[in-house]
């Protein structure tokens, strides 16, 4: 597909390894928009869920302090007046802590989970929901490899940040933080000492910060690409073999995993600095505190049970550094998920829904074109100034060289985009204004690309028309000589379309397409090379199908085959976006134009 898009654009520049600051910012203000439109309808359980957490980490933190108390002065009072009830104090008020701290971890390890689940069920189906609403102008730009990335790997870094990183980072900041008001209290000189290891702890992690920030990016890119390359390859894995393609996409997919490899490669060697100096900084502190400590018991300005509970909290105080460190590697990992996936959420329809819809429940199928420019970027206009009048009722059948516009008609018609200028209208109300559900209704495409949903044949169907009836099914099937082929299958019309002999043809799937375009019974029916998949019996069948089934609805044909142009009221010939010739069938045969050289030249191709 095109890259000259705005949307694709939008899209390449998203995954660019390097970003300015203006536009990491933006990224980052739209990804917390999205975070935060995300947590708003959860606040009340975010803060109960915080309460639980405060209290249970100040109960896991009360441990060093009672044990300070217990060789300080419980201890001393147990052995010199036989008085047990401090130590019974001690040691119940340590236990009830510890069970305090479980149960309450426990609890708050639910609650989050429920949380989580909650926002990434909210965010799963909104990504669904808008990527669907989108036009289809962001799906011929926007690959599926990408889209599919975006519903797997991307998501599934969000889900383990939630999963796992959110609880290390809460649990781990309010660690440290109550575990150095408990340090300062017992001993405001370590404290000292706690503060100024903060000054290269912070160094190192900033140092961290910067450098991981484009690694974790990079290695998201290349992830991305791994996985387009492998859908891709998958999806189209009969020209991949039809082609010989399996040697040239061995060397790419291989590239991209080179490149995927290199990425994290990089984030180890990263942490390989970063693990160790956060080690040394902790060893270091902890040196510190016990040697000037040591000195200050000897001296009698500090008691042996607060040393000892101090050399806790200071080795404690650095426990968490390491797995804030991963969460932060979870952290970017999910924070650039979220700027792509931020980056879809925030793409607009190009064909948005009109703001004050105008109904029309039964349409008659008159289809205009009123000055009609279109052009699919700036530099290419595919239609300069069309006019057309198709009346309710008439069979239209589009002929012309690839390229000339007939498709591009067809999806102006059925409003997969809309003109550059001028209107498209049905039954004089311009499309643009029309209810989308009178519109979906009133006119269907069948398009060459039969594609056939996991189910049912009869479910297939039925898209058509979801609550029709297993006779209606039928009777479309039949009109469409589908019939005897379903009736031959395994199941008949139960049969699934994508299990082992439920198979169908191309052709098949072509009938399929057929019998759910006209279970639908629309005003307008586009045919857009819908035949072209179809053998000569198959292909006869269904135009006696058609000239019964389109007597009472407007039809546009667009058709290479002429023996389909047939049962067309009316023929239009196109090149470079604009009607040369317009006539019957019969009139352009008999003239001397360019349909009449295309229609004998088709006849000398068939003898």
Excluded: C
Aim: hydrophobic fraction near 45%; aromatic fraction near 8%.
């Amino acid at each position: 597909m095109s890259d000259t898009t705005a949307t694709t654009q939008g899209v390449r520049g998203e995954e660019r390894e390097n970003f300015t600051r203006e536009e990491s910012r933006r990224l980052r203000d739209r990804s917390l928009t999205l975070l935060g439109s995300l947590l708003r309808p959860l606040r009340v359980r975010l803060i109960v869920t915080g309460l639980i957490v405060v209290v249970s980490t100040a109960a896991q933190v009360a441990g060093p302090t009672l044990i300070a108390y217990g060789i300080d002065n419980a201890l001393p009072a147990l052995m010199k007046r036989q008085d047990w009830m401090p130590a019974f104090v001690v040691v119940g008020t340590y236990l009830l802590a510890g069970i305090v701290g479980a149960v309450l971890m426990a609890q708050y390890t639910v609650l989050f989970a429920r949380v989580s689940q909650t926002l990434l069920f909210d965010l799963r189906k909104r990504l669904f929901l808008h990527t669907q609403r989108l036009s289809l102008e962001f799906h011929e730009s926007y690959t599926s490899g990408r889209i599919i990335s975006r519903q797997t790997s991307d998501l599934d870094s969000i889900r383990e940040l939630f999963d796992s990183g959110i609880n290390q980072l809460v649990q781990g900041i309010l660690y440290m933080v109550f575990t150095a008001i408990a340090l300062v209290s017992l001993d405001a000189p370590s404290g000292l000492v706690l503060g100024v290891a903060l000054i290269p702890l912070v160094m190192l992690t900033r140092w961290f910060q910067l450098r991981s920030q484009k690694l974790f990016r990079a290695t998201r890119v290349t992830s991305a690409r791994v996985i387009v390359q492998f859908v891709e390859t998958m999806t189209g894995i009969r020209a991949v073999q039809a082609f010989r393609k399996e040697k040239r996409n061995e060397k790419e997919y291989a590239g991209y995993v080179e490149e995927y490899r290199q990425a994290n490669s990089k984030v180890f060697q990263l942490f390989g600095t970063f693990d160790p100096g956060l080690v040394m900084i902790g060893n270091a502190t902890l040196a510190v505190v016990v040697l000037w400590g040591g000195f200050r018991v000897i001296d009698g300005s500090l008691e042996i049970g607060a040393l000892l509970a101090v050399a806790l909290y200071a080795k404690r105080f650095f426990d968490p550094a390491e797995e804030l460190a991963m969460f932060y590697n979870g952290y970017q990992s999910a924070s650039a998920a979220l700027e792509k996936i931020s980056g879809v959420l925030e793409e607009e329809p190009s064909v948005p829904d009109p703001v004050h819809a105008t109904e029309l429940r039964h349409a008659r199928g008159a289809i205009d074109f009123d000055g009609v420019e279109f052009a699919y970027n700036a530099d290419t206009i595919v239609l300069p100034g069309f006019d057309l009048h198709v009346p309710a009722g008439q069979t239209i059948a589009l002929v012309g060289s690839t390229g000339a516009g007939k498709s591009t008609l067809a999806k102006l018609i059925a409003r997969f985009y809309d003109p550059t200028r001028g209107s498209v209208k049905l039954d004089g109300i311009d499309l643009r204004d029309l209810h989308p559900k009178d519109l979906r209704r009133a006119i269907v495409m069948v398009t060459q690309e039969a594609y056939l949903f996991s189910g049912s044949v009869a479910d297939n169907i039925a898209l058509g028309k979801p609550d029709a009836t297993s006779e209606e099914i039928e009777r479309a099937a039949r009109a469409v000589g589908a019939h005897d082929f379903i009736m031959a299958l395994p199941d008949g019309y139960d049969t699934d379309v994508n299990k082992r002999g439920g198979r169908v043809s191309a052709g098949q799937r072509q009938l399929l397409s057929f019998a759910r375009a006209f279970i639908a019974d629309p005003a307008v029916l586009i045919l857009d090379e819908a035949t072209a998949s179809l053998d000569i019996p198959s292909e006869r069948l269904v135009q006696e199908a058609l000239q019964t089934l389109l007597a009472d609805r407007t039809a546009l044909i667009i058709a290479h085959r002429l023996s389909t142009v047939a049962i067309a009221d009316r023929v239009l010939v196109m090149e470079y976006g604009r009607i040369v010739e317009d006539g019957t069938p019969d009139d352009l045969i008999a003239g001397t134009g360019r349909f009449a050289q295309l229609h004998a030249a088709w006849k000398d191709s068939l003898v």
